[in-house]
């Protein structure tokens, strides 16, 4: 008796579940937001005092210590490269030689 009553419980849970899904789906439409105007963008100007960056901030001519930071760049980027992979293999040659 209690299965039957479990099992149309649930039944009835299923059903009303559905029908609330397909009415939901049934009333869907289209929907959108408005365009966001971000005060006119990079291009036209019109944002120039509040700009975040600065006109010329990928010019690398005109970078301070240039030999230095791309040199410190560069070393740092080529470590990385190395020093990663080769931890990687010693850290799973030490895992699997432990087991």
């Known amino acids: ?27 869907r439409g289209f929907h959108s937001t408005g365009v966001k105007r971000m005060g006119g963008g990079h ?3 019109h944002d120039e005092p509040y700009y975040l960056h600065a006109k010329h901030m990928y010019n690398l ?9 791309m040199s410190l760049a560069v070393f740092t980027a080529f470590s ?4 990663v992979p080769v931890y990687a293999v010693i850290f799973q040659q030490k895992k699997t030689a432990s087991g």
């Open 1 to 27: 008796m209690a299965l039957n009553g479990g099992l149309r419980s649930a039944s009835k849970l299923l059903t009303s579940s559905s029908q609330s899904l397909l009415s939901k789906s049934a009333n």
């Open 80 to 83: 990385i490269g190395v020093f």
């Open 43 to 45: 291009a036209l100007g």
């Open 61 to 69: 001519d005109r970078m301070k210590h240039q030999k230095l930071k």
